[in-house]
T-cell receptor, first 113, second 111 residues
Framework: LAKTTQPISMDSYEGQEVNITCSHN???????ITWYQQFPSQGPRFIIQ???TKVTNEVASLFIPADRKSSTLSLPRVSLSDTAVYYC??????????????FGSGTRLSIRP | DSGVTQTPKHLITATGQRVTLRCSPR?????VYWYQQSLDQGLQFLIQ???????AKGNILERFSAQQFPDLHSELNLSSLELGDSALYFC??????????FGPGTRLLVL
């Protein structure tokens, strides 16, 4: 599975748009990109997933350039409750084998009033 | 609520002991994944079961084992416990690796 690299931490303020970028230089053709959010002492929660270009849901947007070597999670108008750790995960679609799942260290996002 | 349940929520035990963690996946999910999360090592994949069979192994110690039963619930057995085994243990289920639904976790404290 492709290894991912994310910033260790980011700070922002309420109402701002936050963009977190993940690098995955050796992403494979059949890999999808998935982002998870984790609050302290809770399990990670699925946020968004994509393969290429742009995906948007009620929570976030995911931008993936043509070469797919990186992806950017965009959180519009963040609030204090968006303070969490965000993980980028790259894995093949529909695979039933988890060979070596690597969540990485994630990005610790802190939102201030 | 992810639909994945884990019991117990908290577990305190002593070194050398053995414990069993239980997980019930979301209805319809055939895969169960186990993870360990400690302060210094982040989220580490341990093992995956798919429809009762072991499908993939990650960084799981030989002292740890797991199984998935015909009703698809899974148990993670941790034996000869050491202080360093203190961590949050998460179970996740899903239909594929790319999307997993995590349970609330079991916090294990080994004294």
């Amino acid at each position: 599975l492709a290894k991912t690299t994310q910033p260790i931490s980011m700070d922002s303020y309420e109402g701002q748009e936050v963009n977190i970028t993940c690098s995955h230089n050796n992403i494979a053709t059949n890999d999808y990109i998935t982002w998870y959010q984790q609050f302290p002492s809770q399990g990670p929660r699925f946020i968004i997933q994509g393969y290429k270009t742009k995906v948007t849901n009620e929570v976030a947007s995911l931008f993936i350039p043509a070469d797919r070597k990186s992806s950017t999670l965009s959180l519009p108008r963040v609030s204090l409750s968006d303070t969490a750790v965000y993980y980028c995960l790259v894995a093949p679609w529909g695979g039933s084998s988890a060979s070596k799942i690597i969540f990485g260290s994630g990005t610790r996002l802190s939102i201030r009033p | 609520d992810s639909g994945v349940t884990q019991t117990p929520k908290h577990l305190i035990t002593a070194t050398g002991q053995r414990v069993t963690l239980r997980c019930s996946p979301r209805s319809g999910d055939l895969s169960v994944y186990w993870y360990q999360q400690s302060l210094d090592q982040g989220l580490q994949f341990l093992i995956q079961y798919y429809n009762g069979e072991e499908r993939a192994k990650g960084n799981i110690l030989e002292r740890f084992s797991a199984q998935q039963f015909p009703d698809l619930h899974s148990e993670l057995n941790l034996s000869s416990l050491e202080l360093g085994d203190s961590a949050l243990y998460f179970c996740a289920s899903g239909s594929g690796v790319e999307t997993q639904y995590f349970g609330p976790g079991t916090r294990l404290l080994v004294l």
